[in-house]
């Protein structure tokens, strides 16, 4: 900062100078003469070892400081004061010189270099200039916009879900995310409901009755088959093994004896009428009857 004072007692920090009717360099509120700030806060120019001077234009990078005139590249010998470069092993090279000298990656799309400053998106892999990434369905650089892959191809949301999305089995909208499969079927999962009480079924247990899906307790009220021994659903869910014979279906603690409750599993029985006896009993009734 330059300032003109008038103040008769009024000199330089370092040398004593006085500052009356003189420029000077104020640093931290103390003033300095021109001079002594030249030689006490100058920067050194990381090309020519010179002071950089409080008239000088002063440009650096990465903690080293150059004139204007020095921060060049070292090929060409091109100002690089506005431009775009590169440091390669310490050394400044303008883009020219930097791409002339290196292998680049090439863009999936045009096959063109991918070189420095050029915008470029990366997926999977691959690189493309931002120009060159297009939507498959629209033609439009998708840009830093969302994007959904489907094979190799690449699709603008709005355009994934138009033409390529699944379709919802209930409300015929696109699915971008999540949802629920049955029967080779779609479904958002606030749309998989139960065909009875029309409660949502997405991550609950659920039955089916003719192709159509029920939760438990609708299952069990309108469509199972019902126990011979308790006269409860049978759903075939949580310990829902059970016995069948001709007609009639029980759970397995429920298929014992009619007579004296012994179950049945495993064991040889007698049917009697609307009745299952173990041997014993039958044995008995028989005896009975004689």
């Not at 883009?95 to 063109?112: E, I, K, L, T, Y």
């Not at 310990?239 to 004296?260: I, N």
Request: a negative charge; proline letters at 4%; aromatic letters at 10%.
């Amino acid at each position: 900062m330059l300032r003109v004072n008038m103040s008769e007692k009024f000199s330089c920090k370092h040398c004593s100078q006085p500052l009356h009717g003189c420029k000077y360099i104020q640093v931290e509120a103390t003033p300095h003469c021109i001079t002594c700030y030249d030689l006490l806060f100058s920067n050194t120019c990381h090309e020519c070892r010179g002071a950089i001077s409080h008239n000088d234009k002063e440009l650096s990078y990465e903690d080293r400081f150059y004139h204007e005139l020095c921060f060049r590249c070292v090929r060409c010998e091109r100002s690089l004061a506005g431009e775009a470069f590169t440091c390669q092993d310490q050394a400044l090279l303008c883009s020219s010189c930097f791409c002339s000298s290196q292998v680049w990656s090439r863009c999936a799309a045009c096959d063109g270099a991918m070189t420095p400053g050029s915008r470029m998106l990366e997926y999977g892999g691959a690189a493309w200039h931002q120009t060159c990434f297009l939507c498959h369905g629209c033609q439009k650089p998708i840009g830093s916009e969302g994007f959904v892959p489907d094979s190799s191809r690449f699709y603008c949301v709005p355009c994934y879900e138009r033409q390529v999305a699944p379709r919802c089995s209930r409300c015929n909208k696109a699915l971008t995310k999540g949802g629920v499969t049955y029967r080779d079927q779609v479904w958002h999962k606030d749309c998989f409901l139960c065909s009875g009480c029309r409660a949502p079924l997405a991550n609950q247990p659920f039955t089916s009755q003719e192709e159509s899906p029920f939760c438990i307790t609708c299952f069990s009220n309108l469509h199972a088959k019902k126990c011979s021994g308790c006269h409860a659903p049978i759903t075939g869910f949580g310990d829902g093994k059970y016995v069948s014979f001709e007609e009639r279906q029980w759970h397995q603690p429920c298929f014992k004896c009619s007579r004296c409750s012994v179950s049945l599993l495993g064991s040889g029985f007698y049917p009697d009428r609307d009745q299952i006896l173990c041997k014993d009993c039958n044995t008995e009734e028989e005896e009975e009857e004689d």
